[in-house]
């Protein structure tokens, strides 16, 4: 069974009970989501042995595109009808970034084609709030979306504040 931000009843019946409104309201998840949780509801009955170990962690807007946070969600990038599928429940394009359990690994892929050289955790006073830090090697052109907009992907990712520092 695929596992979304909304619980499975609200996304296969489109209604979010109570303690999804809730999570909503509070912003532990998007509308954004709960739309995506319903197209991969829909996927699910289509293609379910696909999508059968794929968690969807958050979505995201970007040039036109949604970034889909996921775990195991190459399956949906080795089946074209699947990935078409949910295309066109939401009308735009997806990209996926696997999630993995380490995070310069993820970090690794999203950057690509630049290189991580660092990833440094910078604890900022008084709150003891942190902030990422990460140090990245090559053209800035050669990645697939604009730099900012990868940050704010990177700060869903790492939930943290993250800073960019671009090396040649």
Same mark, same amino acid.
């Given at each position: 069974?695929?596992?979304?931000? @909304?619980?499975?009843?609200?996304?296969?019946?489109?209604?979010?009970?109570?303690?999804?409104?809730?999570?909503?309201?509070? %912003?532990?998840?998007? *509308?954004?989501?709960? $739309?995506?949780?319903?197209?991969?509801?829909?996927?699910?009955?289509?293609?379910?042995? *696909?999508? *059968?170990? &794929?968690?969807?962690?958050?979505?995201?807007?970007?040039? %036109?595109?949604? &970034?889909?946070?996921?775990?195991?969600?190459?399956?949906?990038?080795?089946?074209?009808?699947?990935?078409?599928? @949910?295309e066109d429940e939401?009308?735009?394009?997806?990209?996926?970034?696997?999630?993995?359990?380490?995070?310069?690994?993820?970090?690794? $892929?999203?950057?690509?084609?630049?290189?991580?050289?660092?990833?440094?955790? @910078?604890?900022?006073?008084?709150?003891?709030?942190?902030?990422?830090?990460?140090?990245?090697? %090559?053209?800035?052109?050669?990645?697939?979306?604009?730099?900012? *907009?990868?940050?704010?992907?990177?700060?869903?990712?790492?939930?943290?504040?993250?800073?960019?520092?671009?090396?040649?």
């Amino acid at each position: 069974m695929v596992i979304t931000p @909304i619980c499975n009843f609200c996304a296969k019946t489109g209604v979010l009970c109570k303690k999804c409104k809730q999570k909503l309201r509070k %912003g532990k998840f998007t *509308q954004l989501d709960v $739309d995506i949780s319903k197209a991969f509801a829909k996927a699910e009955q289509r293609f379910p042995k *696909q999508l *059968q170990n &794929v968690t969807l962690d958050r979505a995201h807007r970007l040039n %036109g595109s949604i &970034v889909l946070l996921t775990r195991n969600g190459n399956n949906i990038l080795e089946n074209e009808e699947l990935k078409h599928f @949910i295309e066109d429940e939401i009308k735009k394009p997806i990209e996926i970034v696997e999630r993995k359990s380490d995070t310069r690994k993820t970090f690794a $892929d999203f950057f690509a084609p630049l290189d991580i050289l660092e990833i440094d955790q @910078i604890f900022a006073p008084p709150e003891g709030d942190i902030e990422l830090k990460i140090t990245l090697r %090559g053209d800035p052109n050669l990645l697939r979306f604009p730099l900012d *907009q990868l940050k704010q992907i990177a700060e869903l990712i790492s939930k943290n504040s993250v800073r960019l520092e671009i090396l040649s």
